[in-house]
């Protein structure tokens, strides 16, 4: 189990200095990487918790929520959604991917925190990253500077946190060889949740989106064994797969993938491969769970996307270009082009072990709200504006399998 530290850190006049390396290689020669080293590994094993929560009374079932919030950059929106959305107010656990401590991006702020002051929750964050600029694509030309620089997850809760894992990921690809250079690598993190009825573990994670098909695997499999050696609890596990069935470690491999698909079909593709990953390009990652067992087939809207894209939508095609070259997009833009400009991927996911998934059909006499089914929460829009590039998943759960 890692030792919590504080995230503050005094490493941010380095950062210049330290982005002039062209690999991981030459960074680690750098006379000025090693003399800071022993910070930046505190700041990236570390961890933050903390409670604004008053005690919660016990549930017939709980809700959880998966969601990718991009950062935090909608801040606002995503706030407001939380508190008033007619399903994910009533969130209890919620699995968040993507969030920042101290990137201009996100406006400098503690995200995970901030969102748990205003909702009333335990939260706790993992650090993946140390971003040695303001990111990737359109995030280039926010004004101003990052402050702590932090990229990482974070899981917010109604009752009480405890046991906290932080779960290192091995890296698809050098950090420091695209745009965007950081420091770090992806984390799983892993907690108890102490719930009036029992204890339960969640886990979150986000696996790397430049990565093969085979790397997610693997990474999974590291979740999974780490998990295994823990006290043996109910389980819930959610998060940001980056299940696109694509290798998307190069342009290279990013652009045969997508010929493979174009000799399949592209209408085929978009409505029977994209929505279900888990049946052809990525069965070994979702063998995982069930080979560690993990129910995934039941907690999840079968076939219903999280991911979208749009010829349109100038913020995606700009984040691609990090990866894809300029040629390609006419070609990407021809295949859209097939399905109305569209092109929809099911990235974010649930799997659980010894929990009992409640649907829409069961009833909870003096229950304050009705169960839902798992499902896909779309359209998360506020003041006009998409609060993130991802959709929220919900899944209602009892724990009365786990007494």
């Known amino acids: 189990m890692t030792e919590a530290v504080s995230l503050n850190h005094n490493l941010t006049p380095y950062f210049k200095d330290l982005s002039q390396a062209k690999d991981s290689k ?16 505190a700041v990236l094993r570390g961890y933050e918790t903390g409670s604004f929560a008053s005690p919660a009374p016990a549930k017939p079932f709980y809700r959880a929520v998966t969601w990718n919030i991009e950062r935090g950059i909608e801040f606002e929106g995503i706030l407001h959604t939380l508190q008033n959305h007619p399903i994910l107010k009533d969130a209890d656990i919620l699995f968040i991917p993507e969030t ?104 979150c994670a986000h696996l790397d989106a430049h990565s093969s098909k085979r790397h997610r695997r693997d990474q999974m499999r590291t979740i999974m064994n780490y998990v295994d050696r823990l006290p043996q609890l ?72 999280t991911l979208h894209y749009h010829v349109a939508d100038l913020k995606k095609i700009k984040n691609l270009r990090d990866l894809v070259p300029n040629w390609c997009f006419k070609f990407i833009d021809w295949a859209c082009a097939k399905n109305e400009g569209r092109c ?9 072990k010894k929990l009992s998934l409640v649907h829409e059909t069961d009833r909870f006499p003096g229950s304050s709200i009705a169960p839902v089914s798992p499902k896909v929460v779309s359209k998360l829009q506020y003041q006009g504006r998409d609060c993130s590039d991802h959709d929220a998943i919900v899944a209602d759960f009892r724990l009365s399998e786990a007494i």
């Open 100 to 203: 920042d401590v101290g990137m201009v991006r996100s406006a400098n702020r503690n995200v995970a925190r901030e969102l748990a002051e205003a909702l009333k929750l335990y939260y706790y964050f993992v650090p993946t990253y140390l971003n040695l600029c303001k990111g990737n694509g359109t995030e280039d030309h926010f004004e101003g500077d990052n402050t702590l620089a932090i990229h990482g997850n974070a899981i917010l809760s109604r009752y009480p946190l405890k046991d906290f894992h932080n779960i290192p990921l091995h890296n698809a690809k050098d950090k420091f060889k695209g745009k965007e250079k950081r420091l770090g690598s992806q984390q799983a993190m892993a907690c108890t949740v102490v719930l009036p009825q029992g204890e339960m573990r969640a886990i």
């Open 26 to 41: 030459e960074l680690k020669k750098h006379p000025l990487y090693q003399k800071v080293y022993p910070e930046i590994e």
């Open 234 to 305: 109910p389980a819930l596990f959610g998060g940001d797969l980056n299940t696109t069935t694509y290798n998307s470690r190069s342009a290279f491999w990013m652009i045969f993938g997508f010929w493979v698909r174009v000799a399949m079909g592209v209408r085929r593709v978009i409505a029977k491969v994209y929505p279900y990953p888990d049946r052809l390009f990525e069965k070994g990652l979702f063998k995982t769970f069930g080979k560690h067992g993990f129910n995934y087939l039941d907690w999840n809207e079968d076939g219903v996307c």
């Open 344 to 352: 929809s991927f099911k990235i974010d996911w649930f799997a659980a």
